[in-house]
């Protein structure tokens, strides 16, 4: 019998080579390297952490200890922030001080939209593969995006019904 000609071949293909190795996620550092879809939920949680914290803290303890907690909480977000950023620049092959570009209107995006390099650059190995925590979490970028339009079209609309109902 003979060797069917559409069959695919078996050779073992012995020049690809994968990437096992995965660096440790860090937090609060700004070494490393971290992906887009992790730059995206680090910073969406860390808004979510200190929105959260500042309201109940300001509905628990009152106005003037909310604004004294909030400017803590926002200064410790931004830093996290910068920090996280780093880290995506890094993911980008590029120094840590490339992250004064997002001073730039619209620049910032650059951080969002470019990949990362493949495999091992200057600043380490790859981040690790994303979980799905990671994915929710920057999913809710774009859904509060999207509600916080809608809540800007809608709520003059409902305030202007309200004025001409009640006078009307």
Known sequence: MSSN?????????????????????????ASGRVGRLRY??????????AGITVGVLGAVLGQAVAGLVGLVAYLALLVFC??????RSHDMNWSGWMVLLTIIPLAGLIWVFKPGT??????????????????????????FV???VLAAIA??????????????
Do not use: C
């Open 40 to 49: 995206l939920a680090y910073t969406m949680g860390g808004y979510l952490v």
């Open 146 to 148: 999207f509600v916080g």
């Open 155 to 168: 709520i003059p609309a409902y305030v202007e019904y309200q004025k001409r109902v009640a006078g009307g």
């Open 82 to 87: 910068v920090l996280v950023a780093i880290q």
């Open 5 to 29: 000609p559409y069959k695919p071949p078996q050779a073992a293909v012995g020049d690809v080579e994968s990437v096992e190795e995965f660096q440790e996620v860090r937090l609060w550092s």
């Open 118 to 143: 493949d495999g091992e650059n200057d600043y380490g190995f790859p981040p690790p593969p994303n979980t799905t925590g990671v994915k929710i979490l920057a999913f809710l970028l774009p859904v």
